[in-house]
């Protein structure tokens, strides 16, 4: 496998960061758990029942007011169901190894969630319902549609908002209550622009890409770098849910484009990569981070992604120490590789629960001030130090897929501000 020399981006983005104050204060809900717990989760519930607490079946038990609750929007259904339940079981992880260690504040770290099913009608309507709990923080709605949905919402009632939603326009609107827990597209569509044409030498780069914010906010990061490399290109797009790609493809191969580059959701990456193998496709391809995960990989035949490449915050084959053992932890509790959704999560837990200590209160306010100028917390996705801009998160992974396996080619790491 062909390696290639660590790119040095330059990614500033002054925002203006200024603090407020507030939350809410009412009753505190029970939190509700993954069914797979640790063995400290279980412990605690097994203490809770004999003392006569109630308890939701698989949740864990509230202790009073001696806990910092925060709150957690995710897709248990709709079209990305696996995605929530990683994100679940990511979440119920890092609190039951802060727990373990001490909790924040000298207090129970405890979550309580709902189901937005990745929709961002669902999604306003599910944050709204948590924002009205005693909460300290809100991790979640995922993706960049369901976080700009919600946006508002979350800047009005001065709650910090950590999603993994990681489309430019997130930033860009500058709510000071919003993190970014992943690599942002802005960086990543640089990546996988200069990766097409330094390392594997396109002439003519075909763009494809969602017509949501995701896809868009990655296909203009894409062509921009296309157009400073001065590299001729099309652009194609397509709606999320749709099946047939035919037209779009025909195009491509049609135009004679010697390298793909597919910026789109889980279920149309499946779609595109089998279209694209049935159709003959003879083209490089490089995609968004969603394809190597496992729930999307499981849907397709090796030959339909074999060579392809991917450019993303987390594959469980990387070597580096924390991912490795995040990877043994997570499989030792689940009996499961971790994906990406369940890493960025954890990290974002990690993370919320260093600005706790950090701001020394569970006041919303103080958090959001502590996040902001929070560094070098270690997580499986990278280190998170916010920058400006509310991100989190300034390092990504090229890698490639050989028999479905995703291997680390190289780690691209970003200067921030």
């Known amino acids: 496998m062909k390696r290639f020399t660590s790119l040095f981006l330059v990614l500033a983005m002054a925002v203006s960061i200024f603090a407020g104050c507030g939350g809410s204060a009412d009753e505190k809900k029970e939190t509700n758990a993954p069914e797979e717990t640790t063995a400290a989760a279980k412990e605690e519930q097994d203490t809770n029942a004999e003392s006569g607490?109630?308890?939701?079946?698989?949740?864990?038990?509230?202790?009073?007011?001696?806990?910092?609750?925060?709150?957690?929007?995710?897709?248990?259904?709709?079209?990305?169901?696996?995605?929530?339940?990683?994100t679940l079981q990511g979440v119920q992880m890092a609190v039951d190894e802060i727990n373990a260690a001490g909790g924040v504040l000298g207090k129970k770290l405890e979550f309580v969630y709902e189901d937005d099913?990745?929709?961002?009608?669902?999604?306003?309507?599910v944050v709204t319902k948590l924002l009205n709990e005693d909460i300290c923080g809100m991790i979640g709605p995922h993706t960049t549609t369901n976080c700009l949905a919600v946006q508002e919402l979350v800047g009005e009632t001065k709650i910090?908002?950590?999603?993994?939603?990681?489309?430019?326009?997130?930033?860009?609107?500058?709510?000071?209550?919003?993190?970014?827990?992943?690599?942002?597209?802005?960086?990543?569509?640089?990546?996988?622009?200069?990766?097409a044409v330094k390392e594997l030498g396109a002439k003519k780069v075909g763009v494809f890409f969602n017509n949501n914010d995701f896809g868009v906010g990655g296909r203009d990061?894409?062509?921009?770098?296309?157009?400073?490399?001065?590299?001729?290109?099309i652009t194609l797009g397509h709606n999320s849910g749709d099946t047939d790609m035919t037209s779009q493809l025909m195009q491509f191969i049609s135009e004679g484009i010697?390298?793909?580059?597919?910026?789109?959701?889980?279920?149309?990456?499946?779609?595109?990569?089998?279209?694209?193998?049935?159709?003959?496709?003879?083209?490089?391809?490089?995609?968004?981070?969603?394809?190597?995960?496992?729930?999307?990989?499981?849907q397709m035949e090796p030959e339909y992604v074999e060579g392809w490449y991917s450019v993303t915050d987390f594959v469980p084959a990387n070597e580096d120490p924390v991912?490795?053992?995040?990877?043994?932890?997570?499989?030792?509790?689940?009996?499961?590789?971790p994906e990406l959704y369940a890493s960025a999560y954890y990290?974002?837990?990690?993370?919320?629960?260093?600005?706790?200590?950090?701001?020394?209160?569970?006041?919303?306010?103080?958090?959001r001030d502590a996040m902001a100028e929070l560094k070098d917390v270690n997580g499986p996705t990278g280190?998170?130090?916010?920058?400006?801009?509310?991100?989190?998160?300034?390092?990504?992974?090229?890698?490639?897929?050989t028999d479905l396996k995703p291997a680390v080619v190289n780690t691209v790491t970003a200067d921030f501000e």
Request: net charge negative; aromatic share 6%; hydrophobic share 45%.
């Open 258 to 298: 010697d390298t793909m580059i597919l910026w789109t959701d889980d279920a149309e990456d499946v779609v595109v990569a089998r279209q694209a193998y049935e159709l003959g496709l003879e083209a490089n391809v490089i995609t968004s981070a969603g394809v190597v995960m496992e729930q999307v990989l499981s």
């Open 117 to 125: 099913g990745n929709d961002p009608t669902q999604a306003v309507t």
């Open 160 to 195: 910090p908002y950590i999603t993994g939603g990681s489309g430019i326009k997130i930033a860009a609107a500058e709510n000071p209550w919003v993190f970014q827990c992943r690599p942002s597209d802005g960086m990543n569509g640089i990546v996988a622009a200069d990766f």
């Open 383 to 401: 280190t998170l130090s916010c920058a400006s801009d509310n991100t989190l998160i300034h390092s990504c992974v090229v890698t490639q897929i």
């Open 53 to 86: 607490a109630a308890e939701e079946s698989g949740g864990a038990q509230a202790a009073g007011g001696d806990t910092v609750t925060f709150g957690l929007s995710c897709a248990i259904t709709g079209n990305f169901p696996l995605a929530g339940e990683r």
């Open 221 to 233: 990061a894409v062509t921009a770098e296309l157009d400073k490399l001065e590299v001729e290109y």
């Open 323 to 337: 991912v490795s053992k995040f990877v043994e932890d997570f499989k030792a509790l689940y009996d499961i590789e």
């Open 347 to 367: 990290g974002a837990v990690k993370f919320l629960a260093a600005a706790i200590e950090k701001a020394g209160s569970d006041d919303p306010a103080a958090i």
